[in-house]
């Protein structure tokens, strides 16, 4: 009768937020030159990150971490996956090395056992719950599971028809796997955890899906995304995706797990093929998102619920293979200084602040060289710039080309007249921007806030020891199981625009 009371008590119950959400950063280490763990200690304690993600139990890493006040989620990397999942005794020892050994001194509040096995492991997938459950056996025999949560992250692929949400499943292939997995988070309290890529769904979608609506910006009332459904209003795909999730945990008959983002964020920076990885977007997404998240407004389908996000990622990560965005996803450089500074303003002590206001102005990219030209003379002539910057042997010099040049003339005139409105036009080759274009010794008007997170007094010479030598597997499969999505969405979007 107990038992019976208390399943059905958890069936009613719905999420529940006992604690505000909070920001993560992911920490990658595919660096060529991987600032050693005290270094990135510093970086997390001056930009006030609380909460990490490691893709591994680096020893030394835990270790610099410690008194830190930082929470810590550690993860069992996949190649330790099969060992885990096969043998108590193996996951005994793992907690015993990579989170007894350290807690309390770090805050270990979580394990992340595994990254994206369904899709990427899918080998693996028969021993996940079994690597789940030995794992929080062993926290309970070490009386730890109430503060160490376990939980696995998954690609948002797995959801199906994710537009409109509330049609949203999980890939049925996978029920075997997911049942089991899903009472196991329930009956230990912990978050499913998700990585969600809008950047991926947009790219993916030609152009179905709107940038505006990939990167959080203010839509307007007709254009926002309506699920028939449940008459929900949608405004950006991250909180349709999290709606899609719940809707698919409900569709399994299971209401009352949170989520928990492990991995989102934008590329600044991409090749020919990746026209929507630049450092505005970047900034954008990013900034709206820790807006969005740390302002608790949850989700259409569960207002005001938290969803704590990590974002992808600490570093860029030169050494990664594939397409360049794959190496620009970082908030931060190798040696700490900020890829761009977040427009935070009103959103508290995280990350580079953004106190500045500052923007720029620069030569549209792709403006007719012949225009730019044109404007770089009036601008030095009639507009009274300095350009003495711009000559041979002058700090602006390099890069020696007209687009280059007409930025730094734009921005000077931009600045001299105070940013007032149509200063940043000449005849629609220029535009304004977020992103500092100063580079070397060539320091833009306005600029200023770049040197201002830079960690100063912190050697951050390259780190001679590789003993954090784990990659960040994280998602870009971007392939056939996203179509779904798209799909959906297509329809969605020709029914709001007909
Ligand atoms: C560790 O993190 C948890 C969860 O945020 C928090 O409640 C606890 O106070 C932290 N412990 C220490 C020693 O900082
Ligand atoms: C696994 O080991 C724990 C102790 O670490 C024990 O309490 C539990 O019963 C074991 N589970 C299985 C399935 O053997
Ligand atoms: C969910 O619950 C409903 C009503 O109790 C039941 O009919 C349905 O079969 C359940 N679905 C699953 C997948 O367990
Ligand atoms: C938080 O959300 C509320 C309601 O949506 C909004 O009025 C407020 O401006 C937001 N605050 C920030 C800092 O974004
Ligand atoms: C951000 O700016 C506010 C107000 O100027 C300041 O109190 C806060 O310490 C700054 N945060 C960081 C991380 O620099
Ligand atoms: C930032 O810019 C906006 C719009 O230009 C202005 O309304 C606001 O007062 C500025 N904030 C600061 C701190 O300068
Ligand atoms: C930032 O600081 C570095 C190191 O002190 C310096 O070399 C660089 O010129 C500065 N950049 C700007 C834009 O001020
Ligand atoms: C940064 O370095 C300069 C020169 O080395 C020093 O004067 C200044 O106090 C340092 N600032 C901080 C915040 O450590
Ligand atoms: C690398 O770090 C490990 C563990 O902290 C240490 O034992 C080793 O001596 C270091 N190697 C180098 C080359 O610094
Ligand atoms: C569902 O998962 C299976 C197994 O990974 C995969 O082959 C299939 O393509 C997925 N279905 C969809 C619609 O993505």
């Given at each position: 009768m107990g038992l019976l009371l208390f399943l059905l008590f958890t069936m009613l119950s719905i999420v529940t937020a006992d604690e505000e959400a909070f920001i993560g950063v992911n920490v990658g280490t595919d660096l060529s030159d991987m600032p050693n763990p005290t270094q990135v200690v510093a970086l997390l304690k001056a930009q006030q990150?609380?909460?990490?993600?490691?893709?591994?139990?680096?020893?030394?890493?835990?270790?610099?971490?410690?008194?830190?006040?930082?929470?810590?989620?550690?993860?069992?990397?996949?190649?330790?996956?099969?060992?885990?999942?096969?043998?108590?005794?193996?996951?005994?020892?793992?907690?015993?090395?990579?989170?007894?050994?350290?807690?309390?001194?770090?805050?270990?509040?979580?394990?992340?056992?595994?990254?994206?096995?369904?899709?990427?492991?899918?080998?693996?997938?028969?021993?996940?719950?079994?690597?789940?459950?030995?794992?929080?056996?062993?926290?309970?025999?070490?009386?730890?599971?109430?503060?160490?949560?376990?939980?696995?992250?998954?690609?948002?692929?797995?959801?199906?028809?994710?537009?409109?949400?509330?049609?949203?499943f999980f890939n049925?292939?996978?029920?075997?796997?997911?049942?089991?997995?899903?009472?196991?988070?329930?009956?230990?309290?912990?978050?499913?955890?998700?990585?969600?890529?809008?950047?991926?769904?947009?790219?993916?979608?030609?152009?179905?899906?709107?940038?505006?609506?990939?990167?959080?910006?203010?839509?307007?009332?007709?254009?926002?995304?309506?699920?028939?459904?449940?008459?929900?209003?949608?405004?950006?795909?991250?909180?349709?995706?999290?709606?899609?999730?719940?809707?698919?945990?409900?569709?399994?008959?299971?209401?009352?797990?949170p989520i928990v983002v492990t991995e989102t964020g934008w590329p600044s920076k991409g090749d020919a093929n990746e026209p929507a990885a630049t450092m505005d977007n970047a900034n954008t997404y990013n900034s709206n998102l820790i807006r969005h998240i740390l302002n608790s407004t949850g989700t259409p389908k569960h207002p005001g619920i938290a969803v704590s996000t990590f974002i992808y990622e600490l570093y860029n990560e030169d050494s990664k293979d594939g397409p360049v965005s794959e190496k620009n996803w970082g908030l931060f450089d190798a040696n700490g200084v900020p890829t761009y500074i977040m427009h935070l303003t009103g959103s508290g002590v995280i990350l580079a602040n953004d106190t500045t206001n500052q923007t720029f102005c620069t030569a549209k990219d792709g403006a007719d060289p012949k225009m730019l030209q044109a404007a770089i003379d009036w601008a030095c002539g009639p507009g009274k710039v300095d350009c003495s910057p711009l000559l041979q042997g002058q700090p602006c010099y390099d890069p020696d080309n007209v687009e280059a040049h007409a930025s730094y003339a734009f921005d000077t005139y931009y600045h001299q007249t105070g940013m007032a409105l149509g200063t940043c036009n000449f005849n629609g080759v220029a535009m304004i921007t977020t992103t500092d274009p100063s580079h070397g010794s060539c320091s833009f008007s306005g600029s200023g806030g770049k040197n201002g997170t830079f960690i100063n007094g912190t050697s951050l010479a390259p780190s001679t020891n590789s003993s954090l030598s784990a990659s960040s597997p994280h998602s870009c499969d971007i392939g056939v199981t996203r179509s779904a999505v798209v799909i959906s969405l297509l329809l969605l979007w020709i029914a709001v625009f007909l």
């Amino acid at each position: 009768m107990g038992l019976l009371l208390f399943l059905l008590f958890t069936m009613l119950s719905i999420v529940t937020a006992d604690e505000e959400a909070f920001i993560g950063v992911n920490v990658g280490t595919d660096l060529s030159d991987m600032p050693n763990p005290t270094q990135v200690v510093a970086l997390l304690k001056a930009q006030q990150i609380r909460h990490v993600r490691l893709y591994d139990a680096d020893r030394a890493m835990l270790l610099a971490l410690a008194n830190s006040g930082i929470r810590v989620t550690v993860s069992v990397p996949n190649n330790e996956l099969l060992g885990v999942g096969q043998s108590n005794a193996t996951a005994a020892n793992w907690v015993t090395r990579n989170v007894v050994a350290h807690v309390p001194a770090t805050n270990i509040t979580a394990i992340a056992v595994g990254s994206e096995i369904l899709t990427t492991l899918p080998n693996a997938a028969p021993i996940l719950v079994s690597a789940l459950k030995f794992i929080h056996s062993a926290l309970v025999a070490s009386n730890l599971d109430n503060q160490i949560k376990v939980s696995t992250p998954h690609s948002s692929s797995i959801i199906l028809d994710s537009f409109p949400p509330s049609q949203a499943f999980f890939n049925r292939s996978w029920d075997l796997v997911m049942v089991p997995m899903l009472k196991f988070l329930q009956s230990t309290g912990s978050p499913l955890m998700l990585n969600v890529y809008p950047y991926y769904d947009y790219m993916q979608s030609n152009d179905v899906i709107p940038l505006d609506y990939a990167l959080f910006r203010t839509l307007p009332p007709n254009k926002e995304a309506v699920d028939s459904n449940t008459l929900l209003h949608y405004t950006n795909v991250f909180d349709a995706l999290i709606d899609a999730t719940y809707f698919a945990m409900a569709y399994l008959n299971f209401t009352n797990i949170p989520i928990v983002v492990t991995e989102t964020g934008w590329p600044s920076k991409g090749d020919a093929n990746e026209p929507a990885a630049t450092m505005d977007n970047a900034n954008t997404y990013n900034s709206n998102l820790i807006r969005h998240i740390l302002n608790s407004t949850g989700t259409p389908k569960h207002p005001g619920i938290a969803v704590s996000t990590f974002i992808y990622e600490l570093y860029n990560e030169d050494s990664k293979d594939g397409p360049v965005s794959e190496k620009n996803w970082g908030l931060f450089d190798a040696n700490g200084v900020p890829t761009y500074i977040m427009h935070l303003t009103g959103s508290g002590v995280i990350l580079a602040n953004d106190t500045t206001n500052q923007t720029f102005c620069t030569a549209k990219d792709g403006a007719d060289p012949k225009m730019l030209q044109a404007a770089i003379d009036w601008a030095c002539g009639p507009g009274k710039v300095d350009c003495s910057p711009l000559l041979q042997g002058q700090p602006c010099y390099d890069p020696d080309n007209v687009e280059a040049h007409a930025s730094y003339a734009f921005d000077t005139y931009y600045h001299q007249t105070g940013m007032a409105l149509g200063t940043c036009n000449f005849n629609g080759v220029a535009m304004i921007t977020t992103t500092d274009p100063s580079h070397g010794s060539c320091s833009f008007s306005g600029s200023g806030g770049k040197n201002g997170t830079f960690i100063n007094g912190t050697s951050l010479a390259p780190s001679t020891n590789s003993s954090l030598s784990a990659s960040s597997p994280h998602s870009c499969d971007i392939g056939v199981t996203r179509s779904a999505v798209v799909i959906s969405l297509l329809l969605l979007w020709i029914a709001v625009f007909l």
